[in-house]
């Protein structure tokens, strides 16, 4: 049985982190600690945290892979888990966690995904959620991302951190894991309960930043070698997702190009054509979970979303590439 210490993450989340923690507390296994890292609303976290946590630490400043890096460094176990402090573990989850690793020792880190359930009834939490579970529920064993949500590290790989990410710094690491030769794998069974609400405005600019971080991540650790790699596209993104967000902003082009006499008709049709093909089985998903009517009104947020996500990967790789341009512009002046 491997020593544990679970980081919990809290940022303003007096909402939900003594669900959180009361979740973890109710583990079957017993052979854990509790760090909570509280960076947000001090004092009534502190105060919920003292009641489940074995350590408490306070924090100035409020990027999330700092907070997890400062937990990493308190932590005493033999393997390190994050949980973020809005989701929810099952009695089972440390037990699995516990398993995998003590019959893969060859393996460095382990992530899962979220459940089905989600609590919030709203259209974007409930379209959020499924969506993550869709997309997750794809992947292979082997992995190259770590997902914030649910995931463990050996304590001996802890110690490699990727914190020039402010959103997808858990992506950014699971990429630098891989690029040092670590194994990382997904456990399918390994599910958590996400209590994040969504918002049209808090959907939108969750679904911009994090492409946005994706592009410099996917330009500093070369994953062009990636794409198409082990059964996937892109860290957790399949293939057709890629071609989709691709395809959107084309298909808006198109469009333009069709209102101007720029482009004809058949053009048109067809590009919405493939972009229903690529999304079908995602849209049938959503449809067999929550009805017609929601799987219908996803078309069209869906599409929306690609959108969004076509403009946070451009405008990613625009400020990457202006940035080092300015440092290449700075280092020829300081050049004597």
Known sequence: MLYMS?????????????????????????????????????????SIANKYADK?????????????????????????????SDVIIKPDTLTKIDDYFSHHPGVDALTGLLSKEHPNPDFFSQYKNLYMHYIFR????????????????????????????????????????????????????????????????????????????????????????????????????????????VLAPAIFLVLLGTLFGYASI?????????????NFHFLAFLMTERGPIFGISAVFITFIDNMVMAMGILCGFATTFMWGLKKMVKLSFDTP
């Open 6 to 46: 679970v980081i919990v993450p809290a940022y303003n989340s007096q909402d939900t982190i003594e669900k959180c923690l009361r979740a973890i507390k109710k583990s079957t296994y017993r052979d854990y600690e509790v760090v909570v890292v509280n960076c947000g609303n001090q004092n009534e976290i502190s």
């Open 56 to 84: 408490v630490i306070k924090q100035q400043g409020i990027e999330r892979s700092h907070t997890r890096t400062t937990g990493i460094k308190a932590a005493s176990g033999e393997i390190i888990v994050n949980i973020d």
């Open 138 to 245: 794809k992947l292979p064993e082997k992995v190259t991302f770590l997902y914030g949500s649910i995931y463990a590290i050996r304590d001996e790989t802890a110690h490699i951190y990727a914190s020039d990410i402010k959103i997808a710094d858990d992506t950014a690491l699971g990429q630098k894991l891989v690029s040092c030769g670590k194994k990382i794998a997904f456990l399918r069974d390994l599910e958590v309960i996400h209590l994040k609400k969504y918002t049209l405005l808090s959907f939108v600019k969750n679904d911009f930043q994090i492409p946005f971080d994706w592009a410099k991540i996917f330009l500093k650790y070369k994953g062009w070698k990636q794409l198409g790699r082990n059964k996937t596209g892109y860290a957790h993104s399949p293939k057709e997702q890629l071609i989709s967000v």
């Open 266 to 278: 058949p053009v048109l049709l067809f590009s919405i054509l493939a972009w229903l093909v690529l």
